[in-house]
């Protein structure tokens, strides 16, 4: 079984770092990624950073890319998320998601594809 637990939420103000951690466990074999999304309040969740794998290499969005960035430690089996140069519209709740088996796609962050989620953690950026 499958388990995502992420951590290092908090609030920060504008121009501030954080970085997120997602312990992973039961997720050993068939990957195809581990990512995060976000969702802010009202809007749809958004697919914002993926490792692949099998395939290998990083994707990020445009809304995030070259201030965020995927990391992880193999040893603890867990990725974490270096989010810098924070701004109020990166305020959202942070899921870490998992992807298994299925045909893998680099880039491919639609929501129902991943079939393993954590129960997320708050960023809140203010002004």
């Known amino acids: 079984q499958v388990q995502l637990v992420e951590s290092g939420g908090g609030s920060v103000q504008t121009g501030g770092s954080l970085r997120l951690s997602c312990a992973a466990s039961?997720?050993?074999?068939?990957?195809?990624?581990m990512g995060w999304f976000r969702q802010a309040p009202g809007k749809q969740r958004e697919g914002i950073a993926a490792?692949?794998?099998?395939?290998?290499?990083?994707y990020y969005a445009s809304s995030v890319k070259g201030r965020f960035t995927l990391s992880q430690d193999n040893a603890k089996n867990t990725l974490y998320l270096q989010m810098n140069s924070l701004e109020p519209e990166d305020t959202a709740m942070y899921y870490c998601?998992?992807?298994?088996?299925?045909?893998?796609?680099?880039?491919?962050?639609?929501?129902?594809?991943?079939?393993?989620w954590g129960q997320g953690t708050q960023v809140t950026v203010s002004v």
């Open positions: 998601a998992a992807k298994r088996g299925g045909t893998c796609l680099y880039g491919d962050m639609r929501v129902a594809n991943f079939g393993y």
């Open positions: 490792l692949y794998f099998g395939i290998g290499g990083t």
């Open positions: 039961g997720f050993t074999y068939n990957r195809c990624s």
